[in-house]
């Protein structure tokens, strides 16, 4: 199976970024995780994302915030999907700046965009991806639906219980 | 290879969303497209999304304008990757309404949203999701993004003889 | 007299619904109140959506934040008034997320929207609902706006004293 | 059964409006319709909606534009339910005035808000709460949502069809 | 001379209206507060606002927060300029919903808006009407504004020095 | 009595800006109209600004659009009560630019800020400000509230009977 | 004097970029104009950006409208100033995604940003930079700003003869 | 080499706009910092730029918040490049008035504007614009970009050796 790359323009990213990677590893795939910088680092923005598909690479995740160009510059670079995870950082104006520069890609370059600071989605998204031609991967995630279904229940139960 | 479903809530919509037709098309993809209301057919979306990944279908694309719930309750019902497409519907707030009741969804359920009315680009997208594991179609998608390229590079010569 | 349900889509939720329920026992009227979740519980939400007509409830509440598509889809599913509550959660872009996914429905599928958190207003508005042909409960709502009006009054007073 | 009362406080708001009286009178529900201005029939609004309730209405149905007062006043005058639609007027900002005028309303007051130029919802949710305790008038919502369902197959089979 | 009165809806947005009290009386002019709801007490809102102009006083200033009808709807019963404060209620969507309730009224019935929160600017702007045609409350503004320049002077010098 | 003027940044402003001149008129103020630009003749502005008050001018009204600095500058040169108006010019985003940079001026200048493209409101505002002193200009007004009620009857009158 | 580059994404942002280009050659200004895709063209991008300052270019002015990375990887890749236009294209949510993506640049690598469809703007700015050290541009900046002037006096006269 | 000015509203943009000052200290730029207020010191501003351009300076760095008026109205005043910094004050709605009120400037009188809160960066592009003929001075920017290129190249290694 292929890996999912995580990356991020900085390391103060890392706080909403982690949440991907945690999921993915829940779900049994591979990752790897470094911090590349489409403003700061552009060489190496460059050369990471036209390279990517040639080094097991089967989806790519990136997190930015503000101006965020990093998801958009790799789309632009590889054939791989690319999943955009806008981040509500600090220099940021309530998100915004962070959601429009990622989702709005003009026609030819998609970027694949999840919510503010929806890390954990990007991971499952990533997951699902890889899943479309494998089985096994497909039921992890489908079990992982399940569990989400049974955590529900036990909160209904609670609250029902609690307004009887 | 698995086909990639395109489905939206009302005909009017095609007139966006046959661009994901259209561009799947030419990169060798093959499609089915329908109408499913998530309002209006809920029954039948339902049945839709929750057998999409037993018949063939590798990808779901689901178009929507206002409080646009077709994209996400698909993915709430599937463990497929599904993309959501923002229309600006006549009865949109400026296009707002869709984007964000798409793009936010709550964590475990994602979402891979494109810009507002960028069908064009979810029919891109789809075709990289299933050219992670196919290297045919990556060698189509490389040599689409070398076309845009090419369009360019003829502007670009035009331009700059008009302002010579 | 019939029930109101008040639904969300997780526990995290009833800090702001459980005024609705709160407002609505001051006023007499029964409860019940349970956690459905569209995106993570699909079958139950439309279970309970598709059969709340025929178990004694006459209106029902419903809360979610984000991408909020319970109200929406409850109202896809049910010939009962539905009431939406925007919940600014904390995966919520200031709450417009929630508000525009309540409250923009299509044409056929009304949700009546409150405020965002307005989930006291939620329960009011329920019970004017249920006493469009109860003499008594409006004779109740009636005294409770009349209650509004002397907590003004008081306030109107202390206020006069102090800048006298 | 009783009527539904449906105000504007302009006739150049029947445009959008009186599609709450077309949907009313396809249910078979009474209404009455005028033009009350909260801005500049101040008295005459205040007289409305203070005896609304003992002249045969059941809900009262108001849709304004811009710094949109006349369904938040309504309410606070009636013990009935009161549906505001914010209407996109000329002298709107995109409509979002009009549609947060109408729906921010204080604790203790609330407008059943419905999308912006919502009217026909505004008259299927009256027609909603009228039938909450009227076995008739629900039978006829149910079949309105069936045919809403039927214009959607058919666009499926000529989608379907278009596209096979 | 005529005093200026100042109303909210509730005695929590004193803590920002009473910014206009202060001013006013640093620049000598008399001032009424009182607590009016147009929502919670609408008939004393309306006597209130329909006999101002009788009672001596010359300017209305109100303030209030979320769906803020109150200074609009006392506009539409007096003939005296009356200046709105939009307040950052807890209730309120960033304050977005109290201005645009505020500012966006119709044609003939102006409002005075001031920013976000702007009670100090509110009792200045009063004071400026009142001396339309006082020449000694002109000369005290005048002073009024001298002393902002001469503060300004001084963190000038502090910079200054502090950079050098 | 004192006049009210009327000054713009540029006369493509008058399309918006004459509905002032007109109700002044029809209410029997005199008004001068200017063209005077903050940003291109600042000295102007400022000379405008600075002694406008000595030269029987009671009120400025002054209307702009984009980054609309006219109505702040000239408030922070005058000790007269200046109304702003936000005009939706071409170079306008929707209007937000205009509205946010003539109504949120900081504490210790104020502009009475009016609806986007509201100058018939500033015209009314400016003789409601004439008339705190003055009785006959204030009868002059009631006059006119009481025909735009007439208006809203006559309204009223034809929608009931199209309806009955 | 050095040249200044003026580049766009597309030869449909001419239409808006073009008036750089006018302004810059009143100003006696030499330019180039060349199309630069950030997201079709990123290598070529890449050299364009790099190298620039070692070709007799002082300046550069990018446009780019939607999701808008031209500018920002620019910046990224040059020591010159650039200047950014966000561009209103078809496909932007009413301008406020290339604002945003233009003016939100990380700590670092700014962008001088100017108005939505400002490039006359930009030419401007352009010609203020390079004029710092350069007499001659500045005199003819400065003949520029007082023929701003002497249209609005003629304007002026006009009106005022107008409204006389 | 010239001086850039750093000008600001109020003492309190000190703790946002010494950023810029660092950052011209760091490259050797020599600076002067002053408050200076359009609304509180009109006269002063309009000094202060009318003449900078006579005292050795090459570039105006000016802050402001809310209705931000001072780096348009310094830049109609001067011919030198004006960098605007748009400061998210504690009067400011999310900071959208202040970057909307320095951005959307009229045709023919630009500001250069940064992000929310960007001083940093409009200290580096201040420097940027006296580079644009000063050789030593672009080395150091250049040198200053390949600093925050290693800072990356850090967080680089320590991020992928977290996650090995």
New interface residues.
Partial sequence: M?KVAIVM???SD?RVMEEA?KVLRELGVE????????????Q?M?DFAASA?EKGI??IIAGA?????LP??I???T???V?GVPVKSS???????S????????????????????A???G??AA??????DEIL?EK??RF?KE??D???I??E???A??Q
């Fill in positions: 292929k323009g900085s390391s890392l990677v990752t790897e995780v470094d911090i590349v910088s489409a403003h700061r680092t552009p190496k460059f598909h089967g989806v915030g503000g101006a965020a160009h958009g510059m789309a632009s670079l054939p791989l999907p999943i220099n940021s104006i309530d998100g915004w700046d959601v429009l520069s990622i989702l709005q890609m003009p026609a030819g370059v998609p970027v694949a965009t999840v919510a503010l600071d929806g954990r989605n990007a499952i998204l699902q991806i890889l899943a479309v031609n497909r995630i489908m639906k989400l279904e955590k529900v229940t909160m209904s609670e609250t029902r609690k307004f």
